[in-house]
């Protein structure tokens, strides 16, 4: 271990011990620090956020025998998910506090949480991105439970980590085959001997297929999507909110580990298997999603589909192809967030305005919020100039490049069916009655916060240019 190596993972090192010592002042202070644990949690992702920056490389770097790389994409990718969880727990913060659930719990297994994304996003072995997973998986199934009084939070929580279990023994699995194959974990070692030719072909398909199946899972593809709707509804709005953001930028980085940096000799298998998964999550994902009620769920089957189109630009498997998915995954996250934030900002003590009908003649109560979330609506519809629609314009660009015009075909023919259901959420809000007529009692300073949000969505599809270059710059494009 030398001064450089240390040097590099100085922000993972900061992040745990300040996870460490929240936890440990937590638990001497219990409620009485919560308050004080928030502040410091958000003091925190602020402190990592610099020392990302600061820390950052323009060249690959790999350190501790190469288990750890530093390079343009995991500083990118681990800026942006500390800053969207920053956000994230200041929309949390008054939600917590209006539903008498307001633990510090939440914010440390939070940072916890970030720490596993972080290795994630950083990981240069099988070893790394396995405990980064794990790591990350046990946090949010902790965070789902963390509502003991719910009816639908504990439930929700196990069925998210039996499930959970199921697809890391599977990746394990998968990960065991690899290295029989291969004899190493590196993943750059991996591709070289890959392309070698050493190892039975029939073993590294197999290693290949339950690799597949744990991506599949964290992204929640169909069919290993069963997980999300459920859990997104059961849990409590502020860890809906974490669940559906970040976690889904470290399963996209996950995904590129594995599949790019160790598994690109095997595209042309892997391109076959996450064809079928894209097909089916943006059918399935799109489709149920016009069938529900309750918005939470809708968002669920939306980010199914969501994943279908993120899956495109890895199927390109080249550089611009992967830069495209990475500035999708960016985007949902920004509408993601947005979304839910919506649905905390209408929700008060003893009521969770999670049905559709309470967004009903939100144009009377509130016009301006009822446009923010009409920004949001088109964005995650693909609707021009909003930013979501040249995250979907990225990706079909880049796997019609490669020669999957039916894919894109079929792509297209998915988004113009989804538009639908975020159609009429606009619908309720412009041309409905509202049921109520009560007051939002939001904090101003959510309501700021949300409604950049918003905006920042409408700007950015106007100059979407500079977060593209960021996204290219990251593949050395």
Known sequence: MTSSELFLVMPELALLGFACLLLVLETVFSRRGSFATYWLTQATLVIIMALVVWTGQTSAIQAFSGTFISDPMSMLLNFTVCLITLVVFFYSHDYLREHDIFKGEYFVLGLFAVLGMMVMISAASLLTVYLGLELLSLSLYA??????????????????????????????????????????????????????GHGS???????????????????????FHMWIPDVYEGSPTAVTLFISTAPKIAAFAMAIR??????????????????????????????????????????????????????????????????????YVIVYALMSMGGFG????????????????????????????????????????????????????????????????????????????????????????????????????????????????????????????????????????
């Open 258 to 327: 594995l599949l790019s940096d160790g598994l690109q000799p095997l595209l042309i298998d892997w391109q076959g298997m996450l064809t079928i998964l894209a097909v089916l999550s943006m059918a399935a994902g799109n489709i149920i999603a016009i069938a529900q009620s309750n918005i939470k769920r809708m968002l669920a089957y939306s980010t199914i589909g969501h994943v279908g189109f993120l899956s495109l630009g890895l199927i390109a498997g080249t550089a611009s192809g992967y830069a495209g998915a990475m500035f």
């Open 143 to 196: 965070m789902v439970a963390m509502h003991r009084d719910s009816p639908t939070a504990p439930e929700a929580a196990m069925k998210y980590f039996v499930l959970g279990a199921l697809a890391s023994g599977m990746l394990l699995y998968g990960i065991s085959m690899l290295y029989g194959a291969t004899g190493t974990i590196d993943l750059q070692h991996i591709a070289a001997s890959i392309s070698a």
């Open 342 to 477: 919506m649905v905390i900002l209408l929700g008060r003590k003893g009521f969770e305005a999670d049905r559709l009908e309470d967004f009903k003649g939100l144009a009377n109560r509130s016009p301006w919020f009822a446009f923010i979330m009409l920004i949001l609506m088109f964005s995650m519809a693909g609707v021009p100039p909003f930013l979501g629609f040249w995250a979907k314009w990225f990706v079909f660009k880049e796997v019609i490049a490669v020669g999957g015009v039916w894919l894109a075909a079929v792509a297209v023919l998915f988004a113009v069916i989804g538009a639908y259901y975020y159609l009429r959420v606009v619908k309720l809000m412009y041309f409905d009655k509202p049921e109520r007529l009560t007051a939002i009692k939001a904090s101003q300073s959510m309501r700021m916060v949300l409604s950049l949000n918003g905006i920042a969505l409408l700007i950015l599809g106007f100059v979407p240019g500079s977060l593209m270059a960021l996204c290219l710059h990251a593949f050395g494009l």
């Open 201 to 223: 072909d029939m073993l590294l398909v197999f290693g290949l297929v339950f690799i597949v199946v744990g991506v599949a899972f964290k992204l929640g593809a169909v069919p």
